[in-house]
């Protein structure tokens, strides 16, 4: 009997300046750079276990043994290619636990497969590079690559496999920002982040945002180096509004009828726009970015996590039927081994 064995941990994470196209759909290659942040509170834990004696790969997430079908085939898309790097065709029995909801607007894709390719190459002593655990991730889901290295990170696109990666900013305790995530609903959205994707590219108005993304991203670069509060807001503020002109304006069908384009945004959504913009007025420092759904993400210096959050909490409370969800988050290491085993 052999068993190889791994448990790694890897967090989620949050764009300030947003993926959005595909220049290469099959292996996740992006239009254009990205930025984001690890999520200290948001974390997925993934123990890979080759087993000899198993007939078939076994997925279990938080204890339920049959997920979806689609997302069990990209999970076993993903160990076969791990299985293929290490020339072994053992099967699996892969345990995730996410420490978070899912389809809450925190991607626990990104988490999960950086979390499933540090543990799976773990149990197989597969020795990579940060960055080429980056692209491996990557080829799971684009976003993960993004869950690898520490902190604050940027998914350099690039133009091939070796070439799309992600490296680090700066670490966690470079600057104390906090996120407050305020989960209006979840409701599930009518266009997948992953057929947006799939739109993008044609939108007309791309080729505007490509075009102003490399100011915005060494403006992003930039202000988290410097630590520069507002000038780093006000980019990501105005990226997360240019995500979603493009994907408002992404024609698709769906419930069999035609929609000029993907409203992620609900009404509470909007209410928080605007609460954050008199918010500002009143001389607090908040800006918010917001990725594919209603979930709308609030950024402050850490020292204003208490003020912002009893705002965000006055402002549910504005009204008795809402039942929002409030999840805060800090910046975070990347995805680590934290076990290995082997009998
Ligand atoms: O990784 P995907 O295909 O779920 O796309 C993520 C898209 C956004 O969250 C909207 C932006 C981003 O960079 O995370």
New binding site residues.
Partial sequence: MNIRKATAEAPSNL?FV???GKRDPKLNIPLNN?I?VNLSNATTTTTVEFDDNLERDEIIVDSNSQPGASFSKRVIGHLDRVRDMAGVYSKARVTTVNNFPMGIGI?S??SGFAALTVAATAALKIDLSQQEMSSLARLG???ACRSIPDGFVEWVGGHDHQSSHAVEIAPPSHWDIAIVSIIVNKAEKKLS??DG?ALAAQNPYMEVRQRLLPKRLEIVRSSILQRAFDDFGKEVELDAVS?HAIAMTSPFMADGAWHSGAYYWAPETIEIIHAVQEWRAGGVGVYFTI??GATVHLICPGSDLNRVSSLAADLQSAKADRRWQLITNRPAQGARVIAVGEA
Wanted: no cysteine.
């Fill in positions: 764009a947003k993926y959005w990205s984001s991607a894709s990104a889901s684009g976003s982040s992953s994707q995500f990725d594919a």
